[in-house]
């Protein structure tokens, strides 16, 4: 019956998990929730302190701040253990996890720069975790009247959107991704009917991960942190049931798989 109802208007007394929230959109997650006077607890993991300088910085008595490597499940399952003799319920878990550059690996421009152990590596952070997250968040989410479960993935893991070619793994781990939300969705629409399962994209944003791509996207295109996560809050809050298994983008249009 609620479901018909949008899921933030449903909002209230809300505990919610942010994973990846170190930095970027993850961290703009926190701090645009702690906002809410919807949300009474948000969880936030991060996976070292050394790049969770700004989270660990926040001060307010409805943060938690866990360690939790979201590659690795022992840690997933230790995280959801803590959470859970706190809340028996979780009404959203978001994954904004995800890797695209780093100095020792750049995206692929052509097979040629194809290498087995940097596709394992793409595989690994933007894959695997949103489906280890959906094993061990179910018991959670089951426990609400109405919750969310979702990732950030990105346009370009669109297989039918795919125009241009290149960044093969990056390309290819989140069209991975996009296929487990969705295979989430229908499992849990039977085990968690009052889940809500989407992909989101989130539209170029300012941050470590994009940086050094930023060059050609126009100005109007590159986001804050605080305008992509205003605006995928937007799309969030207005999601109903019907949208379970949704890929959506930052402006609420759905994206072809
Ligand atoms: N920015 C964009 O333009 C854009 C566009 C489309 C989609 N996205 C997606 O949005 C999501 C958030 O990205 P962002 O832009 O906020 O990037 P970001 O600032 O680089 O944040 C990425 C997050 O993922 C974590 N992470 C990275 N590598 C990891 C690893 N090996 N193991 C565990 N955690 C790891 C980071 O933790 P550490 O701080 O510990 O590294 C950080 O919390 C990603 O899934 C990304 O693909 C971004």
Not at 147 to 163: C, E, M, P, Q, V
Request: include cysteine; hydrophobic fraction near 40%.
């Amino acid at each position: 019956m609620g479901m018909a109802i949008p899921f933030g208007e449903q909002l209230r007394d809300a505990h919610i998990l942010v994973v990846g929230a170190s930095q970027g959109i993850g961290l703009g997650f926190v701090t645009h929730l702690l906002q809410s006077d919807r949300v009474a607890q948000v969880y936030a993991t991060y996976r070292q302190p050394e790049t969770a300088t700004r989270l660990l910085a926040l001060t307010d008595s409805r943060l938690v701040t866990l360690p939790m490597d979201a590659t690795d499940e022992g840690q997933i399952a230790a995280a959801m253990a803590a959470i859970g003799a706190v809340t028996q319920r979780l009404e959203g878990v978001i994954n904004c996890v995800g890797f695209l550059h780093s100095e020792a690996q750049q995206p692929e421009k052509s097979v040629r720069q194809i290498d087995a152990e940097q596709l394992l590596e793409y595989f690994r952070v933007n894959s695997i975790p949103t489906a280890l997250l959906a094993k061990h968040a179910l018991p959670l989410l089951k426990g609400s009247d109405r919750s969310l479960f979702t990732t950030i993935s990105a346009k370009i893991g669109s297989i039918g959107d795919n125009r241009l070619g290149g960044w093969y793994g990056y390309r290819a781990s989140k069209a991975a991704l996009n296929m487990f939300l969705k295979t989430i969705a229908i499992e849990y629409s039977r085990k968690s009917p009052n889940t809500t399962v989407v992909a989101l994209h989130p539209g170029t944003t300012d941050t470590r991960l994009s940086q050094p791509f930023q060059r050609n996207v126009p100005a109007h295109k590159l986001f804050t942190v605080e305008r992509t996560v205003t605006q995928l809050w937007q799309v969030i809050s207005g999601l109903q049931a019907e949208d379970n298994g949704g890929f959506f983008s930052w402006d609420g249009t759905p994206l072809p798989w």
